[in-house]
């Protein structure tokens, strides 16, 4: 069971990215997926999520209206569409998969045990 994130970068504020998260050995739709991001010296923070159940999509305060959770069922992959970024967007974002072991990170309920290894978002001028 593996998941992979791509797609971050250096951008400079006001700009935009898209990451990626491709699921290999399991089937994303069957589980709750969810965006965490961790600043330098910070916690990890849930960011959005996506519901397996009936697929509506969880935004933290901080990114609500400029981020966008979807997914590709085709391709097993979740992705992160980020505008308007700001410095205080920075910091490594990771996937999580609620794989119905518990443990983890708490998320809007959900259990975050299963990441991936992250990928670097940067939004400095």
């Known amino acids: 069971l593996q998941l992979v994130e791509s797609g971050g970068d250096l951008v400079q504020p006001g700009g935009s990215l898209r990451l990626s998260c491709a699921a290999s050995?399991?089937?994303?739709?069957?589980?709750?997926i969810a965006w965490f991001r961790q600043a330098p010296g910070k916690e990890r923070e849930g960011v959005s999520l996506?519901?397996?159940?009936?697929?509506?999509?969880y935004y933290s305060n901080s990114v609500k209206g400029r981020f966008t959770m979807s997914r590709d069922k085709a391709k097993n992959t979740v992705y992160l569409q980020m505008n308007s970024l700001k410095p205080e967007d920075t910091g490594v974002y990771f996937c999580?998969?609620?794989?119905?072991?518990?443990?983890?990170?708490?998320?809007?309920?959900?259990?975050?045990?299963?990441w991936g290894q992250g990928t670097q978002v940067t939004v400095s001028s």
């Open positions: 996506i519901n397996n159940a009936d697929g509506y999509v």
């Open positions: 999580a998969a609620d794989m119905g072991v518990g443990g983890g990170i708490i998320y809007y309920g959900f259990h975050f045990a299963s």
């Open positions: 050995g399991f089937t994303l739709d069957y589980y709750a």
